[in-house]
């Protein structure tokens, strides 16, 4: 769990520092930051879904995972949790953040290999790797987005520390064409994050979320 929790305090430190920025950074600068962002988060994206190995695959994937968070209301609910931290903490600026931010730093192969590498090996380097891009990743959205983004560190300790614990019984996702197929449909999720980020279309991300639960299920039994 080294890499984890350094993940994790790279994520806190780094949104804590961007929030001070916040506060000294005049609103339009802000958006400007957040257009940046949101055009950087679309070549990430792109450059994530060009990483598919099989693209009947990837649609399936997004197509299964979207109705079936559709079906569950998913991102509702998960707005839900975020509301419940805006009236405790009395703020109005944690759902978006926290959502984008999650996405951001939880989804691509940096993080399934990292804490695969981690878990299996003890060997968090690539999660070191990765804690520094996030420490700057933090600072400037948490500068554009406000709070959520320093919730996301429960996300990244969370979902990081699942896949390091389990790293063995999931090791599967390691194979070539899994994680070629996983990256791409989680990359098409970051698009659709640059897209809202950028005004252009407010999909609904957090409906997509099984998506990457049935991505690596649909790779496994078609490459057999």
Do not use: H
């Not at 430190?13 to 600068?29: F, T």
């Not at 009395?90 to 590498?117: H, N, S, Y």
């Not at 990256?183 to 659709?192: D, E, N, Q, R």
């Amino acid at each position: 769990m080294t890499g984890t929790l350094v993940n994790t305090v790279a994520v806190l430190v780094g949104s804590s520092i961007g929030l001070v920025l916040r506060k000294q950074i005049p609103e339009r600068i802000r958006k400007a930051m957040l257009q940046a962002l949101g055009l950087s988060t679309l070549l990430i994206g792109t450059k994530m879904g060009f990483e598919g190995k099989e693209l009947l695959a990837v649609i399936l994937s997004l197509v299964i995972g979207g109705a079936l968070g559709t079906w569950l209301e998913l991102e509702y609910k998960i707005e839900g949790i975020g509301r419940f931290f805006e009236r405790k903490l009395k703020r109005e600026d944690i759902v978006k953040g926290w959502l984008t931010a999650t996405i951001i730093f939880c989804v691509g192969p940096m993080t399934v290999l990292g804490c695969f590498q981690d878990g299996l090996m003890g060997k968090p380097d690539i999660l070191f790797l990765k804690s520094l891009l996030d420490f700057v990743t933090s600072i400037m959205l948490s500068s554009a987005l406000g709070f959520g983004v320093l919730l996301s560190t429960i996300s990244v300790l969370v979902i990081q520390g699942v896949l390091t614990l389990f790293a063995s019984q999931l090791s599967f996702l390691k194979e070539t064409f899994i994680l070629g197929n996983f990256t791409a449909t989680g990359g098409i999720m970051v698009l659709a994050i640059g897209f809202r980020l950028l005004e252009i279309k407010d999909i609904r991300v957090g409906d997509f979320l099984p998506a990457l639960v049935v991505s690596p299920l649909i790779s496994f039994f078609w490459q057999r």
